[in-house]
C-alpha cells in the first residue's frame, strides 16, 4: 500500500460523537485525499492536502473538516457523527495533483 | 457534469478466459484516463495511466486502450486467473483553469471462478 497507513481500520461509533480519522505517509507525497466509498456510489472527494496547513473542499465535504499540521499526516474529523457517514473511508497520496495516487488500506466506520 | 459510466455491473468468467470491460466518459477537458483494480477489503491498485495521446498500454495480462474521439477505453484482461476477482475502477480527469478534478466509475465487479 505504498507506504500509506490508516487508523483505525475499523471504528464503530454512536451518532452525535466525534470520529477522527488518522492517514499517515512515509513517502513524502505533497498531496494528501481523503474520500469514502458507497454501495452504488464511485469513490467520493471529501477533502484534499496541498501541503502542510494546506487543504481544500471535494465534493462531498459537508460535516468534515481535515488538518494536516505534518507532511505525513492527514486527520479527517467528523464533527458529529451521523449515519449516512457510515461508510469505509480511503486516503491516497500523490506527489503532484495530475499524477498516480496510492490508496491507503480504508477505515471501515459504523455509525449506530 | 462530468460523468463516468462503466459496463457491465458485473461479469463472471472462467478461469483462463478473456473478458473486456467498458467505459465511457463526458469529462471536459480530459487530461488522462486511469483504471484501477480494488480486491475486497481493499484500497485501489493503479494498473494503467494514459493521456490524450496514447490509445493502447498493458501492464502484463491487462491492455487499455482508449478512443478519446469518442470518450470511450476499454480494459481487456487476457486468460484470467482466479487473482483477478476483483472491482476494476476507470477515473477520469479533467484539469483546466487552474483546477483539477478526478471523477471515478462505480466499478465493474469481475468474478473469475475455476
Known amino acids: 500500500d505504498a507506504g500509506i497507513t490508516q487508523s483505525p481500520r475499523h471504528k464503530v461509533t454512536e451518532t452525535g460523537t466525534p470520529v477522527t480519522l488518522r492517514c499517515h505517509q512515509t513517502?513524502?507525497?505533497?498531496?494528501m485525499y481523503w474520500y469514502r466509498q458507497d454501495p452504488g456510489h464511485g469513490l467520493r472527494l471529501i477533502h484534499y492536502?496541498?501541503?502542510?496547513?494546506?487543504?481544500d473542499k471535494g465534493e462531498v465535504s459537508d460535516g468534515y473538516s481535515v488538518s494536516r499540521s505534518k507532511t505525513e499526516d492527514f486527520l479527517l474529523t467528523l464533527e458529529s457523527a451521523t449515519s449516512s457517514q457510515t461508510s469505509v473511508y480511503f486516503c491516497?497520496?500523490?506527489?503532484?495533483?495530475?499524477?498516480?495516487?496510492?490508496f491507503g488500506p480504508g477505515t471501515r466506520l459504523t455509525v449506530t | 457534469k462530468n460523468q463516468v459510466e462503466q459496463s457491465p455491473q458485473s461479469l463472471i468468467i472462467l478461469e483462463g478466459k478473456n473478458c473486456t470491460l467498458q467505459?465511457?466518459?463526458?469529462?471536459?477537458?480530459?487530461?488522462?484516463l486511469r483504471w484501477y483494480k480494488q480486491d475486497t477489503g481493499r484500497g485501489p491498485v493503479s494498473l494503467t495511466i494514459?493521456?490524450?495521446?496514447?490509445n493502447t498500454k498493458s501492464n502484463g495480462r491487462y491492455t487499455a486502450t482508449l478512443d478519446a474521439d469518442t470518450k470511450q477505453s476499454s480494459l481487456h484482461i487476457t486468460a484470467s486467473q482466479l487473482s483477478d476477482s476483483a472491482s476494476y475502477i476507470c477515473?477520469?480527469?479533467?484539469?483546466?483553469?487552474?483546477?483539477?478534478?478526478?471523477?471515478f466509475g462505480k466499478g465493474t465487479k469481475l468474478s473469475v471462478i475455476p
Open positions: 491516497a497520496i500523490s506527489s503532484d495533483r495530475s499524477y498516480e495516487q496510492y
Open positions: 513517502e513524502n507525497h505533497r498531496y
Open positions: 492536502s496541498y501541503g502542510v496547513k494546506d487543504t
Open positions: 467505459c465511457n466518459y463526458t469529462v471536459s477537458p480530459f487530461s488522462n
Open positions: 494514459m493521456t490524450f495521446s496514447e
Open positions: 477515473v477520469v480527469s479533467a484539469s483546466g483553469a487552474g483546477s483539477y478534478q478526478l471523477t
